[in-house]
């Protein structure tokens, strides 16, 4: 049974950092694409980054958050930098089954996801 578990969430001040992590069972993600979503409070769920062959971020978090994966451990993560309060969100963990060699932005392609996580970040 696959599983995806996010952890790192929390309250951060406008100007920190968080670093999410993904951890997946039930499986190995090494050879699929995984993705990053966030949905806020009366909004679409949105993707964030994604991480295929190589990694690619939104271009409203380009530069502030990184992507990255440690297949040895079947995890998948994302440093948040420069938080804003308008990344306030709770943030989903996606595998995407297919092959693809970038990863899809958008969530109709990502099969499996985690729980979320909650992160706030107060002005």
């Known amino acids: 049974q696959v599983q995806l578990v996010e952890s790192g969430g929390g309250l951060v001040q406008a100007g920190g950092s968080l670093r999410l992590s993904c951890a997946a069972s039930?499986?190995?993600?090494?050879?699929?694409?995984m993705g990053w979503f966030r949905q806020a409070p009366g909004k679409e769920r949105e993707f964030v980054a994604g991480?295929?062959?190589?990694?690619y971020e939104t271009d409203s978090v380009k530069g502030r958050f990184t992507i990255s994966r440690d297949n040895a451990k079947n995890t998948v993560y994302l440093q948040m930098n420069s938080l804003k309060p308008e990344d306030t969100a709770v943030y989903y963990c996606?595998?995407?089954?297919?092959?693809?060699?970038?990863?899809?932005?958008?969530?109709?392609?990502?099969?499996?996801w985690g729980q979320g996580t909650q992160v706030t970040v107060s002005s």
């Open positions: 039930g499986g190995s993600f090494s050879n699929y694409p």
């Open positions: 996606a595998a995407d089954l297919s092959r693809r060699l970038f990863p899809s932005t958008s969530k109709r392609d990502y099969s499996y």
């Open positions: 991480i295929a062959f190589s990694p």
